[in-house]
Nanobody
Framework: WAPLEESGGGSVPVGGSLRLSCVVH????????FGWFRQAPGEAREGVAV????????HYKMSVKGRFALSFDNEKKQLLLQMNMLKHEDTGTYFC????????????????????????WGQGTPVSVSS
């Protein structure tokens, strides 16, 4: 098994929906932070949404608030990102990531949004939104 196993990417028209899944096979503890990052062609990687293992902290990138919903199923060890009302600018490769430490808002809209403070990464799943 890959440490983080992603699935759910695809191609949809503007306004469509997708649900990304990440099954966590990597060991972690209660201070873990899970997140989705994305990278568009020619662009820097950016944080989309992060959540702590105990669900106490949840942060979204401003541009996806109200459209995306992040959740973590502790029993299944599965991170889910429900993406609704998709826009062309949501296009990119989406990566699941694990940090052995707490979540902070800077991971989605600050100097930590490049994901440099995350320790384990999935291989990525592509999302294409056609206008």
């Amino acid at each position: 098994w890959a440490p983080l196993e992603e699935s759910g990417g695809g191609s949809v028209p503007v306004g469509g929906s997708l649900r990304l899944s990440c099954v966590v096979h990597e060991p972690y503890d209660h201070s873990a932070c899970f997140g989705w990052f994305r990278q568009a062609p020619g662009e820097a990687r950016e944080g989309v949404a992060v959540i702590e293992e105990d669900h106490s902290t949840l942060h979204y990138k401003m541009s996806v608030k109200g459209r995306f919903a992040l959740s973590f199923d502790n029993e299944k060890k599965q991170l889910l990102l429900q993406m609704n009302m998709l826009k062309h600018e949501d296009t990119g490769t989406y990566f699941c990531a694990l940090r052995r430490g707490f979540c902070y808002s800077r991971f989605v809209d600050g100097d930590g949004a490049d994901g440099s403070e995350f320790h384990v990464w999935g291989q990525g799943t592509p999302v294409s939104v056609s206008s």
